[in-house]
């Protein structure tokens, strides 16, 4: 079991950056894909960013130059570095992991065992 806890977020003004983490515990995550996932009220949960075991990054259109999603696997977290934020990526912002394994979807959230409960992102305009 991989537990997951995410922390970072906040209120932010438009144009502003956060950076959220997401550490992880229960087991190391060396070889896990690690994803970001966020939710707006109403909405479905969308993906955003996420990172393979050999640190090869996947981005969501909306986010592709602003966001960054890195990787310490000795300290076994995961980072999104939000910048030039906008009032539509206000959201709750989830970390989501799973063993990397030929084949599956780094996109598809449903491809994710574990799930951590979120972080409140606001921007406002």
């Known amino acids: 079991q991989v537990q997951l806890v995410e922390s970072g977020g906040g209120l932010v003004q438009a144009g502003g950056s956060l950076r959220l983490s997401c550490a992880a515990s229960g087991r190391t995550i060396s070889r896990y894909r690690m994803g970001w996932f966020r939710q707006a009220p109403g909405k479905e949960r969308e993906f955003v960013a996420a990172?393979?075991?050999?640190?090869?990054?996947f981005y969501a259109d909306s986010v592709k130059g602003r966001f960054t999603i890195s990787r310490d696997n000795a300290k076994n977290t995961v980072y999104l570095q939000m910048n030039s934020l906008k009032p539509e990526d206000t959201a709750v912002y989830y970390c989501?992991?799973?063993?990397?394994?030929?084949?599956?979807?780094?996109?598809?959230?449903?491809?994710?065992?574990?799930w951590g409960q979120g972080t409140q992102v606001t921007v406002s305009s």
């Open positions: 990172i393979s075991w050999s640190v090869s990054t």
């Open positions: 989501a992991a799973d063993v990397d394994l030929i084949g599956t979807s780094y996109y598809n959230r449903y491809e994710y065992d574990y």
